[in-house]
Each structure stands twice: as structure tokens, then as C-alpha cells.
């Protein structure tokens, strides 16, 4: 089993959830993050005033599926997701020993 997390514009969330849904993706979680990488924020201006903004506005999509899925949803992903612009975000894909089903205590791949 693998846990893909994928780091993204928030205005891409739509269209990436589309795409995991047309490939069969039953289940994931959303949570909305800030950070920032190589783009290091942004300069905004307040009432005359500049300042920086470090942490831009994100969204965390986390999905555990079979290893046999995982390269197929990590391409949907990227294909949705990217905007060819700086800020785009990261995908990072982790092996996952073990999962369990806390009602039914179903184990492994059929816990997902």
C-alpha cells in the first residue's frame, strides 16, 4: 500500500478531485495548509504599507490506495494540479505497512 500526499493550489482542488473520481479513487482527506517553497511568498501591499506574506494559502490531499494504483493517481494528480507556474505544489508518495478498519477490523488493502 502506498500513502500519496499531494500539496496543491486551492483553486486546483476541483479539478483534481474530478480526476481521482473518474479513475475510481473512493476515498481521500483534505485539509487546508499554508507554506511556501522556491516562490517564498509573496509581497503584498496594506494601506500603503508593503509587506511579506511567508505562508501562501494551500491544500493537503491525502489518499492510501493499493501499490498497483498509486503511479496512475500520482499522474492524474499532476496532470489536474499543474498550472505550469511557479507555486504549483509536490507530490510525495509513502509506503504504508499497514491499515486496519477500526468497525469492521478488516486489515491491509481491504481496510482502504
Do not use: C, N, W
Not at 473520481?21 to 511556501?36: D, K
Not at 494559502?57 to 503511479?71: A, N, R, Y
Request: hydrophobic letters at 40%.
Amino acid at each position: 500500500m502506498k500513502k500519496i500526499e499531494a500539496i496543491i493550489k486551492p483553486f486546483k482542488l476541483e479539478q483534481v478531485k474530478q480526476s481521482l473520481a473518474e479513475m475510481g479513487v473512493q476515498g481521500l482527506t483534505v485539509t487546508q495548509v499554508q507554506g511556501f517553497g522556491r516562490q517564498k511568498g509573496r509581497l503584498e501591499i496594506y494601506h500603503g504599507s508593503e509587506y511579506t506574506v511567508d505562508f501562501l494559502p494551500k491544500v493537503k490531499i491525502e489518499i492510501v490506495l493499493g501499490d498497483s494504483q498509486s503511479q496512475s493517481v500520482v499522474a492524474a494528480i499532476v496532470k489536474a494540479a499543474k498550472t505550469g507556474k511557479i507555486g504549483d505544489g509536490k507530490v510525495f508518495v509513502f509506503p504504508i505497512e499497514e491499515a486496519y478498519r477500526i468497525r469492521t477490523e478488516e486489515r491491509g488493502e481491504k481496510a482502504v
